[in-house]
């Protein structure tokens, strides 16, 4: 696999140069949040926030 290295983030690198991205499960990506944003699924009221959150993300489009 070509790896681009960082001093060539602004350049216009071809699209198949580019390093290609795992998709990582479902389940990881929750565990992960859960980890950096200290909160837990179980929790309704953590849920509900998060939630929120993803909303307002999409909605002035940080994702």
């Known amino acids: 696999m070509h790896v681009v290295p960082p001093c060539c983030?602004?350049?216009c690198v071809p699209k198949a140069s580019r390093p290609k991205?795992?998709?990582a499960?479902?389940?990881?990506?929750?565990?992960?949040i859960?980890?950096?944003a200290a909160v837990?699924?179980?929790s309704g009221d953590d849920?509900?926030?998060l939630h929120r959150g993803f909303n307002v993300?999409?909605?002035i489009e940080l994702r």
């Not at 389940?27 to 992960?32: H, T």
């Open 9 to 11: 983030d602004g350049l």
């Open 21 to 23: 991205r795992v998709a």
């Open 25 to 32: 499960s479902p389940y990881y990506q929750l565990r992960r």
């Open 34 to 36: 859960e980890e950096i």
């Open 40 to 42: 837990e699924r179980s």
């Open 47 to 49: 849920r509900r926030a």
């Open 57 to 59: 993300a999409r909605v």
